[in-house]
């Protein structure tokens, strides 16, 4: 039996063969132009150039505006703040700090940035200094000039209580500019001040602003007090952390140390180290390598102690045989046959209020050894008074 679709299939596609629509070239053909031109104007446009705008209209190109000239020298304000800048610059430099890690895979030992910050040349011996915090983890150090020499720290000294740290580069004499070393005793809330450093490792930068604060407490990296801090609103950044605070005389009065800030930048709260208490250790880091601690020749119970027992003030716990305190008349807590007898509860040094045993480190570690402190504790429910001379204490 035939099939009447066998005809009609054979020709469908044969009409399908023979009609082929039209060629993909003359798509291409005009898309080719669109594109060229659409390319043609992206680029320009890129440059913020728009070549068609001379087709569409006759206007002439803008020019450039005139220059006014000058009419006079910059002002004294910022002349001084131009040759402070061009003066102390070059005593400032960028600091890198390196730790050694271990490969998780081999045990090979590998080197990593630990971080960065600034510091300033002390001394024509090639002495640096900066903040300890910036070094104090690092196993090599390498300090960067203002002419872009680096050079390897072959010594590091550090006094953690007060959060500075002293380097050491074997820098010919000719690239070692110190700085001109002010007093911090004499600063004025209002004063004009000066930070140079390297914000976020760009080196050279300077910022401005005043003294906001004198007077100020923060902790260190072992979380003791530095008193005497000074409060700026100079813009200060992770960096600037080593770099000089300067007066408008170009002087160093304070090393920039730490911020105040949510965000980590500059939240135009920064603090200095004064430079009368950097003037005082850096010389016996150089000399000893280590900072000579004044004290009572006493051990303290713990500020967690003191707050169980319901305590305020510090309570001696031993006295040193023959310390400075022994000589005072003070005693440690000791014990009878009836039980533990509290020794005395030293509750002021030199008029200033001493709340736990923390309070007492902290009032002492400013003063240097040889200081006569007046003495307040109570013994047997008893306020008494005595003075004894600070002995340097044995690290």
Request: glycine fraction near 10%; avoid cysteine; charged fraction near 15%.
């Amino acid at each position: 039996m035939t099939n009447l679709y066998e005809n009609y299939d054979y020709d469908r596609s044969q009409k399908q063969r023979e009609y082929r629509g039209p060629s993909k070239w003359k798509y291409i053909l005009i898309a080719l132009p669109i594109l060229i031109a659409a390319g043609y104007m992206f680029f320009f446009l890129q440059r913020g150039e728009i070549p068609l705008y001379n087709f569409v209209s006759n206007q002439t190109a803008v020019q450039s505006r005139s220059v006014t000239p000058v009419s006079g020298p910059l002002g004294a304000d910022e002349q001084s703040t131009i040759n402070i800048f061009k003066t102390v610059s070059p005593s400032v430099v960028f600091i890198t700090s390196i730790s050694q890690k271990l490969n998780f895979f081999n045990m090979e030992p590998y080197e990593i940035p630990q971080g960065n910050g600034s510091g300033f040349i002390w001394d024509t011996a090639g002495h640096i200094v900066t903040n300890y915090h910036v070094v104090h983890q690092a196993t090599k150090v390498s300090v960067t000039l203002s002419d872009h020499s680096t050079w390897k720290a072959t010594k590091l000294w550090g006094d953690i209580d007060h959060d500075v740290a002293v380097l050491h580069i074997e820098a010919p004499l000719t690239k070692l500019q110190p700085v001109t070393v002010g007093t911090s005793n004499e600063l004025q809330v209002g004063q004009k001040v000066l930070a140079i450093g390297n914000p976020f490792g760009l080196d050279s930068t300077l910022t401005t602003g005043i003294i906001s604060a004198l007077g100020r407490s923060i902790r260190s990296t072992n979380e003791l007090w530095i008193h005497g801090v000074i409060q700026t609103d100079a813009a200060i950044n992770p960096g600037n952390s080593g770099g000089p605070l300067l007066d408008s005389f170009g002087r160093v009065i304070g090393m920039n140390t730490a911020i105040v800030s949510p965000s980590g930048g500059s939240a135009g709260i920064g603090f200095a180290v004064p430079i009368d208490t950097i003037n005082r250790i850096v010389p016996q880091l150089i000399s000893r390598g280590k900072v000579s601690k004044a004290g009572l020749g006493i051990t303290l119970f713990s500020d967690e102690a003191l707050e169980r027992w319901g305590i305020q003030g510090a309570l001696i716990r031993q006295v040193n045989r023959g310390s400075t305190a022994d000589n005072a008349g003070l005693k440690g807590t000791y014990r009878t046959m009836e039980g533990i007898v509290l020794g005395d509860i030293i509750v002021a040094i030199d008029g200033e209020e001493i709340k736990q045993s923390s309070d007492l480190v902290d009032a002492l570690t400013d003063r240097p050894v040889g200081t006569e402190v007046k003495i307040e504790y109570i013994r047997n429910n008893r306020k008494m008074t005595t003075s004894a001379i600070l002995q340097e204490l044995q690290n």
